[in-house]
């Protein structure tokens, strides 16, 4: 399965969604978006598949989005995007498409949805959190 994740992997968030892609048995397209953003056309696409607004995929916290005003809400979503373009800390993480959709991996086992039930066993978050039982099946 050819699955994409755009990846932070200074974000707990993002390294325990790509755990989970990797217990499923599928080894990603890793993409770290803060080093090689996606391109216009194709973040307007994932957060369209996603099911989100402009405004549910762009990241408040430790970024500078306070600073640039961001949350003036009248600021059009084609600002917004280029924003997000120009400084990609700003773009919500983790991302994940995959053949069976796309979707922002908060909390990280959202990813879930879109991943063929392969998982072998039990599946623990970094902070111990189970998400996945004995029998790889989602917990919750």
């Known amino acids: 399965m050819d699955v994409t994740i755009y990846h932070n992997p ?16 599928i080894e990603p397209t890793v993409i770290e978006y803060v080093k090689h953003p996606p391109s216009k056309a194709t973040l307007v696409t994932m957060i369209a598949e996603a099911g989100l607004t402009v405004r549910e995929a762009i990241r408040d916290k430790g970024t500078p989005y306070a600073e640039l005003g961001l949350d003036n809400p009248d600021l059009s979503d084609n600002q917004l995007l280029d924003a997000m373009l120009q400084d990609p800390i700003l773009i919500n993480r983790p991302f994940v498409v995959s053949p069976l959709g796309t979707r922002l991996s908060r909390p990280s086992e959202v990813v879930l949805d879109i991943l063929p039930e392969t998982h072998k066993g039990a599946f623990r978050k ?12 989602r917990i919750g």
């Open 10 to 25: 200074a974000c707990g968030t993002s390294r325990n969604t790509l755990e989970l892609i990797r217990d499923a048995g």
């Open 126 to 137: 970094e902070d111990g959190e189970q998400v996945l039982d004995a029998e790889g099946k």
